[in-house]
């Protein structure tokens, strides 16, 4: 992820921005939870591109899933 994501206390005070952009990865899902097609995000932001985008979702879909094992095997063990 760290190829996808930067963070520098002199970028936007250390807000995780997109790799090369000064976009927030936040802007990204603020545009999803809003119903706002993945184009659109593109559009509204050109610096991403679609696969940074894409990356930042599988990545965060896989953290997901980690921690939901995690979680379902403290529940059981």
Known sequence: MAS???SDPE?????PVFRGTRVPVE???DHLA??????????DFPTV???QAVA???SSSQLLQSLTAL???NLVG
């Open 34 to 43: 809003k119903s706002i097609p993945l184009d659109e995000f593109l559009d």
């Open 4 to 6: 996808i994501i930067h």
């Open 71 to 73: 979680h379902d095997e």
């Open 27 to 29: 802007s990204l899902f």
């Open 11 to 15: 970028i936007l005070g250390g807000t």
């Open 56 to 58: 930042v979702l599988h």
């Open 49 to 51: 591109s679609r696969e």
